[in-house]
C-alpha cells in the first residue's frame, strides 16, 4: 500500500538556525496537510496546501514558517530561524480529495525536530 | 471552535479482553466526520475506523467499533479480542465538511493503550 513517508526522522538543529522537513505524499494525491505534536500535547494543525498554494493556516504558522512543493512530489516545511518552541513532531498527510471521507488523510510517520 | 477531549491518557488491558477507549467532542456543527487513529511504536498514524455523523448506524471494522451518541457528543471506539498489535497510541479526531479550504482534522491528546501478554 502506497506510504507517505517522510525524511529525516529525526532532526536536530541549533536554535536560530534554518530547518527544512521533507515529504513525499502519495503520488495521487492533490491535497497536502502539515501537523505538529509538541511532546505530550495534541497534535495540530499547520497548514494546507493544494494546487500549488496554501489553502489554510492556524495561527501556529507564523512567518517563520513556509511551504513549498518544488518538483512535483515533495513538500517540504521550512522554519526559517528555529525556536526552542518549535520542538515537537511534524506529520505530513496528503489526500486524494479534500473532505471526503472515502479518502481519509493518510499520515508519514513523522519527523522529529530537537531544537538545542 | 471545534475541541476534541480524550480523558484517559492511558491503559492497560490484558490481551484478548476488550476495551473501550472514550471521546468526547464539542461542536455546532449538525454534520461532520469523526475518526480514530491509531499511532503505533513505529509511529506512522493509521485511520482506524470512521463516522459521518449524519448516519446513526455505529461504524464497525473488524473488532474495531465506535459507540456514537451525537446528542451527547460522544465518540468512544471499542476494541474486541484485543491483540498484542493493539499497543498503540490512539487519537479521536473531528472534522467539519469542508467549506471552501477548511477541511483540517482537530485531534484530542490521545490515549496510550497498553495490551499486556
Known amino acids: 500500500e502506497p506510504e507517505v513517508t517522510q525524511t529525516p526522522s529525526h532532526q536536530v538543529t541549533q536554535m536560530g538556525q534554518e530547518v527544512i522537513l521533507r515529504c513525499v505524499p502519495i503520488?495521487?494525491?492533490?491535497?497536502f496537510y502539515w501537523y505538529r505534536q509538541i511532546l505530550g500535547q495534541k497534535v495540530e494543525f499547520l497548514v494546507s496546501?493544494?494546487?500549488?498554494?496554501?489553502?489554510?493556516k492556524s495561527e501556529i504558522f507564523d512567518d517563520q514558517f513556509s511551504v513549498e512543493r518544488p518538483d512535483g512530489s515533495n513538500f517540504t516545511l521550512k522554519i526559517r530561524s528555529t525556536k526552542l518552541e518549535d520542538s515537537a513532531m511534524y506529520f505530513c498527510?496528503?489526500?486524494?480529495?479534500?473532505?471526503?471521507?472515502?479518502?481519509?488523510?493518510?499520515f508519514g510517520d513523522g519527523t522529529r525536530l530537537s531544537i538545542l | 471552535a471545534q475541541t476534541v477531549t480524550q480523558s484517559q491518557p492511558e491503559m492497560s488491558v490484558q490481551e484478548a479482553e476488550t476495551v473501550t477507549l472514550s471521546c468526547t467532542y464539542d461542536?455546532?456543527?449538525?454534520?461532520?466526520?469523526l475518526f480514530w487513529y491509531k499511532q503505533p511504536p513505529s509511529r506512522q498514524m493509521i485511520l482506524v475506523i470512521r463516522?459521518?455523523?449524519?448516519?446513526?448506524q455505529n461504524a464497525t471494522e473488524n473488532r474495531f467499533s465506535v459507540n456514537f451518541q451525537k446528542a451527547a457528543k460522544s465518540f468512544s471506539l471499542k476494541i474486541s479480542d484485543s491483540q498484542l498489535g493493539d499497543t498503540a497510541m490512539y487519537f479521536c479526531?473531528?472534522?467539519?465538511?469542508?467549506?471552501?479550504?477548511?477541511?483540517?482534522?482537530?485531534f484530542g491528546k490521545g490515549t496510550r493503550l497498553h495490551i499486556l501478554p
Open positions: 479526531a473531528f472534522m467539519k465538511p469542508p467549506e471552501g479550504r477548511d477541511d483540517k482534522i482537530i
Open positions: 503520488s495521487n494525491h492533490l491535497y
Open positions: 461542536t455546532s456543527e449538525s454534520n461532520y466526520y
Open positions: 463516522q459521518e455523523a449524519y448516519k446513526q
Open positions: 496546501f493544494y494546487n500549488n498554494e496554501i489553502s489554510e
Open positions: 498527510a496528503s489526500s486524494v480529495g479534500q473532505g471526503l471521507t472515502n479518502q481519509p488523510q493518510h
